[in-house]
């Protein structure tokens, strides 16, 4: 049986296989590592003037890379609220999926654990998740394009998640968005977070032995950060504790064997469930030194690990399409 919101588990064997469906919409991410192409699913033409849009959200799927359609749902959830709104969401693949579609050489694919932690693409160049997250951000934010924007909101659910919260940190939003956009950013049920410093809610490693990976990339700034990441430790805790964070966290995602959750001893360490997990971290920023933080944690009740029943809820449609 399942619990209230909570979605069939994709299991491990079943994320390396090819996606059913790729969409058809194509994304050009020009970077410095090189360029390629992702597929993508947008709600509006925008290769042409949309001069009512006001808002965007940018989704970005789970692990799976299956469910494009969130953002969508969302909106259509929220209803005038999303009147003037266009919803984007990349897909990043894996070798897997452009095999078993036939794509050509210049679509972009990643390793099935890379995408989410902003790794270079394996072909046709080096190109990071992140890469595609600012060409999406810099498109958006085009006046010729979208004239009235204001507000772009970055969401992604699971491993989404972990992609969203770590480009809070190091991405270029900001600066590819320019004056009069705010972004903000929404994380929903990542199975990890990146930390600063080596400070964790849980022993790290049984028997007393400290977890080698705890404050390594992805979980921490340490070891072999991706090529894009061209910041120190120190400055992308600066740029992270001002960010507007919401994260989104179901109350019945504490299942400890889940799985899709992160079982490591890095990931362990910071608790044994995505709801432990999500908690821990914000209590984590709450008690930092320094000025107090702009962030906030938002708990669906009932909702167990699915990006739809997260992102269709009172609280998700508000924290996409309203007012934190």
Known sequence: MLVAGQADAITPRQVAGP??????????????????????????DWSTPQPDVEHAV????????????EGEAAAAKAGEAAEHTIVVAPQFLIEA???AHGLPDAM?????????????????????????????????????????????????????????????AVGHAEARAGDGIKVRYVVANPSSYLY?????????????????????????MAGRVPPYVRMTEALAEAVYVGQDITYLLGTADSDPNHPELDRSCAAEAQGATRLERGRAYVA?????????????????????????????????????????
């Open 196 to 220: 600063f410093g080596t400070a964790r809610p849980k022993a790290q490693g049984s028997g007393g032995g400290r977890c080698a990976a705890v404050d390594r990339w992805p979980y921490g």
């Open 108 to 168: 972009l694919r990643w390793g099935v654990e890379d995408w989410k932690a902003g790794r270079p693409a394996l072909g046709p160049a080096p190109v990071s998740a992140f890469d595609a997250v600012d060409a999406i951000v810099a498109r958006l934010a085009d006046r010729r394009l979208f004239p009235r924007l204001s507000t772009i909101v970055i969401a992604g659910h699971s491993a989404g998640g972990q992609l969203v919260q770590r480009y809070a």
């Open 284 to 324: 984590a920023l709450r008690a930092r030194e320094g000025s107090p933080i702009a962030q906030r944690l938002v708990e669906v009740p009932g909702v167990g690990h699915n990006g739809r029943a997260m992102f269709t809820s009172e609280a998700g449609v508000k924290v996409l399409f309203g007012r934190p």
């Open 58 to 69: 940018v989704v970005i799927h789970g692990w799976s890379r299956r469910s494009l359609d």
């Open 97 to 99: 999926d452009t095999r």
């Open 19 to 44: 996606v059913a469906v790729v969409p058809d919409g194509r994304f050009e991410v020009e970077a410095p590592s090189g360029r390629g192409s992702i597929p993508i699913r947008v709600s509006r």
